[in-house]
């Protein structure tokens, strides 16, 4: 079953959110699950630009950090890449959350540093994607924000609805998102594929909750379908935001955004 294989969980953090310009700081590629042991690989990026005080705000690496104790950012990203396209040549899926942002930023830092791209180290070989927020607003579709601060489709909401421990000290961290993504991926997996009648009541009586739509599929067609979705999703969330911006974009994009001219050489 798809949630119960070998996989390889993917998150990075960086100098913002904008994927055409931001930088990768840290990054976490994880292979877990699938009776194997779980092997963990961490980069630290000086990233060759000044991190901004909000980015240091969430995951609390400063310029200065960086720049002392980062690897050259080429070989960072060159590495991040090479490690995931050894996992998805063994078949494993990469699990994130939001994660068509760290694919897409990821590519983007390719090209800048003139590293080969993942899709083209991959060949012939199909790329295979979970992604942990596309795949519960599938399942759980109507969801409110907890609070006017904490969105309805963060991970650390996503932790509260599966009830998986959250240390808060510990969220931004690479390698704790990276895990965490896992760990909700597994909970999906695992009620997607249990006797409604048996699912807990916070999920059996969420409005429309489809889980079990998720069942008996195999790693081909839960990719597939996640394309639909993802694009189905972007332009709900589109609609929404164009009643106060007549002008609003939300790329729905899956697993990562198509490469532009956005992106330059430094």
Same mark, same amino acid.
């Given at each position: 079953?798809?949630?119960?294989?070998?996989?390889?969980?993917?998150?990075?953090?960086?100098?913002?959110?904008?994927?055409?310009?931001?930088?990768?700081?840290?990054?976490?590629?994880?292979?877990?699950?699938?009776?194997?042991?779980?092997?963990?690989?961490?980069?630290?990026?000086?990233?060759?630009?000044?991190?901004?005080?909000?980015?240091?705000?969430?995951?609390?690496?400063? /310029?200065?950090? =960086? #720049?002392?104790?980062?690897?050259? *950012?080429?070989?960072?990203?060159?590495?991040?890449? %090479? @490690?995931? +396209?050894?996992?998805?040549?063994?078949?494993?899926?990469?699990?994130?959350?939001?994660?068509?942002?760290?694919?897409?930023?990821?590519?983007?830092?390719?090209?800048?540093?003139?590293?080969?791209?993942?899709?083209?180290?991959?060949?012939?070989?199909?790329?295979?994607?979970?992604?942990?927020?596309?795949?519960?607003?599938?399942?759980?579709?109507?969801?409110?924000?907890?609070?006017? /601060?904490?969105? =309805? #489709?963060?991970?650390?909401?996503? *932790?509260?609805?599966?009830?998986?421990?959250?240390? %808060? @000290?510990? +969220?931004?961290?690479?390698?704790?998102?990276?895990?965490?993504?896992?760990?909700?991926?597994?909970?999906?997996?695992?009620?997607?594929?249990?006797?409604?009648?048996?699912?807990?009541?916070?999920?059996?009586?969420?409005?429309?909750?489809?889980?079990?739509?998720?069942?008996?599929?195999?790693?081909?067609?839960?990719?597939?379908?996640?394309?639909?979705?993802?694009?189905?999703?972007?332009?709900?969330?589109?609609?929404?935001?164009?009643?106060?911006?007549?002008?609003?974009?939300?790329?729905?994009?899956?697993?990562?955004?198509?490469?532009?001219?956005?992106?330059?050489?430094?």
């Amino acid at each position: 079953m798809w949630h119960t294989s070998r996989m390889v969980a993917f998150d990075l953090e960086t100098t913002g959110v904008d994927v055409e310009a931001d930088r990768i700081v840290t990054a976490a590629v994880i292979g877990l699950g699938g009776d194997a042991q779980t092997e963990t690989n961490e980069w630290l990026a000086n990233p060759g630009i000044e991190i901004p005080a909000e980015a240091t705000a969430v995951h609390h690496i400063t /310029t200065e950090h =960086a #720049r002392e104790h980062g690897e050259r *950012a080429h070989d960072v990203v060159d590495q991040i890449t %090479e @490690s995931l +396209a050894i996992h998805v040549r063994m078949g494993d899926p990469i699990v994130g959350h939001n994660v068509t942002f760290d694919l897409t930023l990821l590519d983007r830092e390719c090209r800048r540093h003139k590293v080969e791209p993942l899709l083209d180290r991959l060949g012939e070989t199909p790329l295979r994607v979970l992604d942990t927020r596309v795949l519960d607003q599938q399942g759980l579709p109507y969801r409110k924000r907890p609070s006017e /601060t904490q969105g =309805a #489709r963060q991970l650390i909401t996503l *932790a509260q609805v599966y009830e998986l421990p959250w240390q %808060e @000290s510990e +969220a931004h961290g690479c390698s704790y998102d990276a895990l965490m993504a896992a760990r909700v991926l597994y909970r999906i997996g695992t009620l997607a594929h249990m006797p409604r009648m048996e699912w807990p009541d916070r999920i059996r009586f969420h409005k429309k909750a489809q889980l079990h739509h998720l069942k008996d599929l195999d790693l081909a067609e839960l990719h597939d379908l996640q394309i639909g979705w993802a694009a189905e999703q972007a332009a709900g969330l589109q609609e929404w935001f164009r009643k106060t911006d007549p002008a609003a974009v939300v790329d729905g994009s899956w697993p990562l955004q198509p490469w532009g001219d956005a992106c330059t050489s430094d």
